[in-house]
């Protein structure tokens, strides 16, 4: 065990093995974790749609989806005021920036809060904060005070709110439904999302055009009060099936959990994978479609841009309930890797593509790919994190997973800016591609190593 932060000093056993011991908060009335196998028929296979049938879960997911969308009203409305008042395109930039780069330098030490602390409390600080956000939007724009400064600090503190928002969030996940039924719960929590992020646009603009922006900022606020009302009465608090200390949350302390998961191909082969898609494609598909609109010759290019929007976002919703409703793909490394790959060649189609049809069909094959890499990926990482460590865990999948998408403008917009639109996604995509497949390779001895049924997630 780590004195300092009390990590055990070992790779973490098998999943199955972890999951098959006594749920340590089953003495507080959760039901005790039923014996799991390896995923390859000595348990029985989890329900269907399990996270929905689960009444402390439901509602967690519900919440989570609303406030998603209010996530997302938040930047329709206040991107629409800042460039009215601003016309910045380094404000524009600033804008992603601000919204990614805390999930990079922040989420593994917000892990390392929802380690030691309640994560209900945790949640509950984050969606105060949003809160308190979109309010002080409310406020400067009833007040006609807006200033550069004042937005450059309000975007910060939305990323703040989201970085600290994700360990905590996922970490309940498991405490709700135990580690048999986690992949029904990741899978969900991340249709969900999507559904949010598809609302999102579309509530955002009735507000809106219905309300102005100082009203409709400050009717968002109330999109996020049933996940925090919700969290006010749930009995879960992100602990009560894993043990583990209490670590210290200091920076060095957070981050020395890499050195516990670094003999740990298979979590580092998750993260590897989750980084590759943030890095090499990330926020950039939706920066570029503009230009691909054009490039289609449709008469009505509104149009033509907002069904592209739709495609890829509806893509990830349909892959969510597809995958919860057959049960046919397991988390494992193999279908990780299988489902990244897919979404690199989906990708790069469609940065070659001059047919608009296909376009839409390669961002829904895209959609679906990339909500079944993320929910594999994170389902794997949950269950072979330690306990006592796993948020810390989260946070570091977190920062791959979101932070890097920090450097997709760079990837995809500076060799834009040399080459083109089209090349330098199609370059980004088959990068994403080259990259997969050597993950794959590195990974492949972990897979043929005696404990290669370590790969899959137990009871999936």
Sequence with gaps: MCSSCGVPAHVPPPPAARASAPAPGASRGSAAVPPVGDGTGGAPAPRRFAALRNPDCRPYLFGTGLAMMADNVEHVITYWVLWQVFESPALTGFQVISHWLPFLLLSVWFGGLADRFDCRRVVQAAQLLFMAVSAAWGVL?????????????????????????????????????????????????????????????????????????????????????????????????????????????????????????????????MIALAGLASLFVGSSLGAVMPVFVDDFGLSDAGLAYGMLL???????????????????????????????????AAVLGFALTRS?????????????????????????????????????VLGLYGMSANGLRVGSGLTVGVLGAAAG????????????????????????????????????????
């Design 141 to 269: 724009f009833l007040t006609d005070s807006l200033t550069m400064w004042a937005a450059c600090v309000l975007l910060v503190l939305h990323g703040v709110a989201g970085s600290l928002w994700t360990p905590g969030e996922q970490l309940l996940l498991y405490d709700f439904v135990g580690p048999r039924e986690l992949p029904s719960a990741v899978r969900l929590n991340a249709t969900f999302r999507n559904l949010g992020v598809l609302c999102g646009p579309v509530v955002g603009s009735v507000l809106l055009i219905g309300l102005g922006p100082t009203a409709g900022i400050f009717v968002n606020v109330l999109f996020y009060l049933p996940l925090t009302l919700f969290l006010l009465r749930t009995r879960f608090t992100g602990h009560t099936r894993g043990g583990g200390g209490r670590p210290r949350v200091g920076l060095v302390e957070s981050l020395r959990v890499l050195r516990e998961v670094r003999g740990d191909r298979t979590l580092v082969s």
């Design 356 to 392: 608009f049809p296909l376009a839409l069909v390669l961002l829904l094959a895209g959609g679906v790919a990339n909500l079944a890499s993320m929910s594999i990926g994170q389902t794997i990482v949950q269950l072979r994190a330690p306990d006592g460590a796993r948020g810390r």
């Design 421 to 460: 639109m089209r090349w330098s996604l199609g370059v980004s995509a088959a990068a994403l591609c080259a990259g997969t497949a050597l993950v794959a390779v590195l990974t492949r001895r972990s897979r043929e190593a005696p404990e290669g049924a370590d790969d899959e997630a137990p009871g999936s």
């Design 310 to 344: 739709l495609a890829s976002g509806v893509g990830g919703v349909i892959g969510g309930v597809l995958l919860e409703a057959t049960g046919r793909i397991r988390p494992s490394v193999r279908a990780a890797v299988a489902s990244t790959a897919l979404y690199g």
